[in-house]
């Protein structure tokens, strides 16, 4: 399956990204299955560029070099932190086993003078907990539109836990550093518990999806945004806005692979 997305403008423009072997599979009974799927990088992968550390330099600045995470591409080609979740709660009942997630900590942790993971998944109702892992201070802040704002400062090796976030988010919110203006992260809040993350080999797995029922899912990278147009084979899949539809199928299926 191949992302035609342009993720920059100007001299890479012909980048491309790939979604290879998106997989549904009824591996836990007839009731429950999984997606799972890799994003590649179609074209020569771009050269990490590291990011100009002006502040607290004795700390910040010691390897290993802190890069621009916006668009992180393995030498394979893998695409690391794709977000991919189901768009519409409606009529979707989770698997009971996303209940013990809530009681969970999603953290956003300040070390190295990066947001550690890039991506944050809190799910609506479990805790989210900042914390500030470094020997220097650091400030932690979010615009959410349906949840409260936050704006912590974090004095070094500190800790902040926050009440649970109620609402889901309908775009992933940045996290930054008002102190180290490079320090950029990401809150994923989504309707439903079902939502993943691509690892850096690319690869991305929702599991425990009920079975024989059409979900729409969306897929977002912070470089582009909502990945927006898809081909199967060589034919467009008609993608709009970075969201596709498919049924989990009780059978496991390969829906494309293509390079």
């Not at 009529?91 to 947001?115: Q, R």
């Not at 850096?200 to 470089?223: A, C, H, R, S, Y």
Request: charged share 20%; with cysteine.
């Amino acid at each position: 399956m191949r992302l035609a997305n342009t993720f920059f403008a100007g001299c890479v423009a012909a980048a491309i990204a790939s979604l290879l072997g998106l997989t549904s599979s009824a591996a836990h009974g007839q009731g429950w299955g999984d997606l799972s799927g890799r994003f590649v990088f179609d074209g020569t992968p771009p050269v990490p560029v590291k990011l100009d550390i002006n502040k607290d330099q004795a700390f910040c600045g010691t390897p290993p070099p802190l890069v621009d995470e916006s668009l992180v591409v393995s030498p394979k080609g893998e695409v690391a932190n794709v977000v991919v979740w189901v768009r519409t709660p409606k009529d979707i009942t989770a698997h009971p086993d996303y209940a013990a997630l809530l009681k969970e900590k999603a953290v956003i942790d300040n070390s190295h003078c990066d947001f550690d993971p890039h991506i944050i998944v809190c799910r609506i109702g479990q805790p989210l907990e900042i914390k500030n892992a470094d020997t220097v201070a650091h400030n932690t802040a979010a615009q959410l539109q349906t949840n409260d704002a936050f704006n912590f400062q974090l004095p070094a090796m500190n800790s902040q836990e926050m009440k649970p976030l109620k609402n889901a988010e309908p775009v992933p919110a940045s996290v930054n550093c008002n102190i180290h203006g490079w320090m950029k992260g990401w809150l994923v809040v989504p309707p439903t518990p079902y939502v993943a993350v691509s690892g850096k080999d690319g690869k991305f797995e929702i599991k425990d999806l009920p079975v024989g029922k059409e979900i729409e899912f969306q897929v977002w990278q912070e470089k582009k945004g909502y990945l927006d147009k898809a081909n199967i084979g060589g034919k467009d899949a008609g993608w709009t806005k970075g969201r596709f539809k498919m049924t989990i199928k009780p059978e496991t299926t390969i829906w494309a692979i293509s390079r």
